[in-house]
């Protein structure tokens, strides 16, 4: 306040008006002047104006309006949401919308891929029937042979002198034949004059008997010991491929027609223990699979079959089922299939893996259902059947108990517990229970 606005007193005798002496006002003066005398002389900063009643409204004002936003966009839907969960839960319609679908057979046809091994159509090994050392032999792994043709030669020195001495021996028994004749001749002669007894007579015809009988003999060990000779040339029994030879020149054949040696070239000990080579027909090959046994009924002879290898890419070989074991592995119940395959070119080769298309045609075709539809619990497996199909009317569902048989992938066979045309649940969830009210809004049908 400036001494302009204090109080005066009245001017009295024409003297100037004097102001009134205020107290208070003198000390807040004073104050002020103190003040302001000790911040110029500690050089303090200026003086802070106090905010403005108006600026802190302001700031209030925002903070009001940034929650009232948040309580707009998250109490209000949540709110919202929680009525109409409400409301729909209370609804006497309300139940769960489900899809579903048909229980259909599979089709008639179908094919059937299996694992399978080749095998030559013909495979044995060759043996020696004499003993001996191999002179020379003429096929070696890899030669395609015909039947009849020479593999290899033995040279067996006692066998030759054993039929030498056969030789002999006939000739010893045709002379002991001829005596034995003579003398039965002339005592038939004798007795005819009664000079000889009738005793006396027998003896000389069972002498002549066995003179035959010897001389029978050494003629027929003559022509066995002449057919073991014959053995000495070792030949192939069928047409086919040499996949082994376990000899070489000077190999020692023992007395039972078997080898000694270690094996020369290709061949297992396992397989070809003691044999001088192996022999493989493969211009027809045979492929065995194992049918399961929900499959085996459809498996006849003539079956239609496309074989297919890893190895030959883009290439199919047909065949056809040629015979059946007729009977079910007890470990792996299975039936033993064989599948004859021509073989143009010998690109098959035996020992390769295969995979087997079989052509079947059901008997009695297979119910399936969608993978999806299966309820796996602890009472067992179960699917959820409903009474009625109208799209948009509330049905009843019932969990019905079935038996699995053979798993597509997608779809699953039925063996039991359905009926062709029964309406199922396609994708029930855990919530679903026996006797609940669904709505059914959509169907389709599983594929095999």
Known sequence: M???????SPATNGEPPVPLHDPARDHVHNSHIDAHEHHVDVGAAPPVQPASNRRMLLFASAIVVVLAALFITAFLPRRAVSRELAAAAAAPD????VQVVPVV???AGGDLMLPGTIQAIHEGAIYARVGGYVKQWHADIGSTVRAGDVLAEIDAPELEQGVQQA???VAQTQAALGLAKADLARWRSLAADSAVSREELDQKTAAYDAAVANNGAAQANVRRLTEMQRFTRVTAPF???VTARNVDIGSLIGANGSTGSAIAAGGSAAQSAGSLFRLAQTDTVRTYVSVSEADA??????LPADITVQEIPNRTFVGHVVRTAGALDAASRTMLTEIDVANPGFVLVPGMYAQARLHLVH????LIVPASALVLRSSGTQVAVVDSTGPGKATTIHLVPVVVGRDFGGTMEIQSGLTEGATIVSNPNADLTDGMTVQVVARSSPRP
Request: no cysteine; net charge positive; hydrophobic share 25%.
């Open 2 to 8: 400036s001494p302009s606005d204090r109080p005066v």
């Open 94 to 97: 309300a139940s769960p919308t």
């Open 105 to 107: 057979r599979a089709s």
């Open 167 to 169: 030789q002999q021996q």
């Open 239 to 241: 047409t086919g491929v």
């Open 297 to 302: 009924p459809s498996i006849t002879a003539g």
């Open 363 to 366: 008997r009695a075709p297979a």
